[in-house]
């Protein structure tokens, strides 16, 4: 979902960024409050953006034949909601576009919002939707981490068409033509991506249901019912 | 019970055996180069346009090579996995203590009130 340095032409970058910089703002904004307010938060959100970290940097092979890599926002956005989220996908990215010449600093903006906004917010409202509906927590995690990957590409795809308009058939054909490179190719991936955070979340609810409680993710009916599940 | 236990690891585990084996089942056919989608993106972009885009600006670091570039890949990884496993270890570790102290409530004690002793000479 990376689009590459350079390649997000005027207006289409500083259009991005305007776009991805406040919720980025009020991101930075929510993490100050809540680690001041509740400062035992504060490693599960380190546990969040590594698992970002891990997640994005492994490309991996699908069944079109070629190489793409899971988000691991999913995580993060239904634990702390996309605005928090927003903040530890800027993080990867800028070391991505700084030293791996991966996505870029120009298309920064762009890729924060697919990456860590756009994502993010179906994740969470996927959760929130599916756990409310009373659907089992780890499918309620499982698809709301896999489609949160599967509509950043989409909106990836979304971006490059409006800035590479095609000459006959306009946005429309070209976003046909930016989604066949990236949305069949992430369906694998954003399965094993939606599996691996359900796992996460499973740990995550047998070690630190507190904060989980706390942060509203789970209710205390609900983390009963998993714990003695897994007793 | 214990099968309840790790049903959701065995599920995952048999999505990545599916996973592996569909990289296998494609690998098998010829003429795949397994290449980035997003670096494919950019070949779109020179088709819709005719090869006329030329980005206008180019990445402040490249990787000299292939190997440092996975180098730095990796690295992200290990940052990654390394604050995971320290901290779900630091926590389970604790938890293992709690229930520790729960089912052995008699032995540990003094040498709790010992510890909250010295925490209070401390401060």
């Known amino acids: 979902m990376h689009i590459m340095e350079g390649f997000l032409p005027h207006p289409w970058w500083e259009i991005w960024f305007a776009v991805s910089l406040p919720v980025v703002a009020l991101g930075v904004y929510k993490i100050n409050r809540m680690i001041k307010e509740r400062r035992e938060t504060l490693p599960l959100l380190a546990v969040a953006g590594a698992f970002v970290f891990v997640l994005s940097s492994l490309k991996l092979p699908s069944v079109t034949g070629s190489c793409s890599h899971p988000t691991g926002t999913g995580m993060g956005a239904i634990i702390f909601g996309p605005w928090i989220t927003s903040v530890l996908a800027v993080i990867v990215l800028v070391y991505q576009a700084v030293f791996l010449a991966h996505g870029g600093l120009t298309t920064l903006g762009a890729n924060a919002f697919s990456m860590g906004i756009a994502g993010p917010a179906v994740g969470y409202l996927i959760y929130r939707a599916a756990a409310k509906s009373g659907l089992h927590i780890y499918l309620a995690v499982f698809l709301a981490a896999t489609l949160a990957d599967w509509a950043t590409y989409l909106v990836t795809s979304i971006q490059l068409a409006l800035a590479f308009p095609a000459a006959s058939g306009g946005v429309l054909a070209s976003f046909k033509a930016f989604a066949a490179v990236f949305a069949v190719t992430q369906v694998p991936l954003a399965i094993v991506e939606g599996v691996v955070t359900a796992l996460m979340f499973k740990y995550i609810v047998q070690l630190r249901s507190d904060v989980l409680l706390r942060m509203k993710v789970l209710s205390s009916d609900a983390i009963k019912r998993l714990k003695e599940a897994a007793a | ?123």
Request: charged letters at 20%; proline letters at 4%; glycine letters at 10%.
């Open chain 2, 1 to 123: 019970m214990k099968m309840q236990n790790i049903k959701l690891e065995i599920i995952a585990l048999g999505v990545i055996i599916l996973f592996i084996a569909a990289f296998a089942a494609v690998s098998s056919q010829e003429g795949h180069e397994w290449s980035g989608a997003d670096s494919q993106a950019e070949d779109v972009i020179s088709d819709l346009t005719g090869g006329s885009y030329q980005p206008w600006y180019s990445s402040i670091y490249q990787p000299p090579s292939g190997e440092i570039e996975s180098l730095l890949f990796a690295l992200q990884a290990a940052i990654g996995s390394l604050i995971i496993g320290y901290f779900l270890g630091y926590y389970r570790g604790r938890a293992g203590l709690q229930m520790q102290e729960k089912r052995d409530p008699v032995k540990r004690a003094p040498e709790r009130a010992a510890e909250e002793g010295e925490g209070k000479t401390d401060a």
